[in-house]
């Protein structure tokens, strides 16, 4: 479970606004449309308010691996697997077809790649819906109202 550590910003019913530091894994995010970014080192994260969380509360914020592996699955897998099923289709399809074999390697291959990217944006979808991508604020590491402490 990957875990992160941040301060709410904004409570809305259910939900979460937390300003956290932006990691390098954050490009590569499948949630990052979740995410408003501030500066270079800063973000705010939509994230569900499991915990209760208030305005100024420190907070953890995790998002299960098994959600990571399947976002990251979904964004470099498929679209490497289209391309190389097209690629691979292309000769003997380009000779049932009648097809220069340049031209179909390019066609097939483009083909593979454009079928890959619907499939992969039908799967994120399904896992948005299903909120699997959403971070979770899982507990309250320092409240607002207790004494201030080192904070992000």
């Known amino acids: ?3 992160e550590r941040g301060i709410v910003e904004k409570v809305e019913p259910g939900w979460a606004w937390v ?3 932006r990691s390098s894994a954050c490009s590569s995010c499948g949630s990052r449309h979740h995410c408003l ?5 800063q973000m705010v994260v939509k994230a ?3 915990a209760k969380a208030k305005k100024g509360d420190e907070v953890e914020l995790h998002l299960s691996t098994k959600a990571k592996l399947k ?3 979904i964004m470099y897998l498929i679209p490497v697997l289209g391309i190389m099923v097209g690629a691979f ?7 049932a077809l009648g097809l220069n074999p340049s031209l179909g390697m390019a066609v097939f291959t483009l083909t593979g790649l454009v079928s890959a990217v619907f499939l992969m944006r039908h799967l994120a979808n399904r896992m948005d819906s ?7 604020v899982k507990r309250v590491v320092f409240s607002a109202r ?7």
Do not use: V
């Open 19 to 21: 300003k956290t530091k």
């Open 130 to 136: 299903k909120q699997a991508l959403t971070p979770l």
């Open 71 to 73: 976002g990251t699955a």
């Open 89 to 95: 289709s292309a000769n003997p399809l380009s000779k």
């Open 48 to 50: 569900q308010n499991t």
């Open 1 to 3: 479970m990957s875990t």
């Open 37 to 41: 970014t501030q500066g270079s080192d």
């Open 146 to 152: 207790s004494t201030p402490s080192k904070r992000i």
